[in-house]
């Protein structure tokens, strides 16, 4: 590099940009390409674009106030319907069956 030629005894010659940062000539092509159809929008893209970013904003605050709700209901923790499901099935096996693991029954 002609720079590192140039300023060979500088010390500080490491911290330069064009030294410390390698030009990638792909990423620059599709950053490019990128930007283009960034410029390109319409305004009616525009405004779709914005209202499904409302959306999304609006749902991920549903969740979280339901999140924070059920957490709430249940002893501060999040509420996991898998586990919930276990545990009623383990311990809700039913008279007859529980009649046989003791020994009783028919």
């Given at each position: 590099?002609?720079?590192?030629?140039?300023?060979?005894?500088?010390?500080?010659?490491?911290?330069?940009?064009?030294?410390?940062?390698?030009?990638?000539?792909?990423?620059?092509?599709?950053?490019?390409v990128e930007l283009d159809l960034l410029q390109r929008r319409t305004?009616?893209?525009?405004?779709?674009?914005?209202?499904?970013?409302?959306?999304?904003?609006?749902?991920?605050?549903?969740?979280?106030?339901?999140k924070r709700s059920l957490g709430e209901k249940h002893g501060g923790?999040?509420?996991?319907?898998?586990?919930?499901?276990?545990?009623?099935?383990?311990?809700?096996?039913?008279p007859s069956s529980s009649s046989h693991k003791r020994g009783g029954?028919?």
């Amino acid at each position: 590099m002609l720079l590192r030629v140039r300023n060979g005894r500088d010390p500080d010659i490491d911290k330069h940009p064009m030294i410390k940062f390698e030009y990638d000539m792909e990423h620059e092509s599709r950053r490019r390409v990128e930007l283009d159809l960034l410029q390109r929008r319409t305004y009616s893209q525009e405004l779709k674009i914005a209202s499904t970013v409302i959306a999304a904003r609006r749902l991920n605050k549903r969740i979280k106030m339901i999140k924070r709700s059920l957490g709430e209901k249940h002893g501060g923790r999040m509420y996991d319907h898998r586990m919930a499901a276990a545990a009623s099935s383990s311990t809700h096996d039913g008279p007859s069956s529980s009649s046989h693991k003791r020994g009783g029954g028919s």
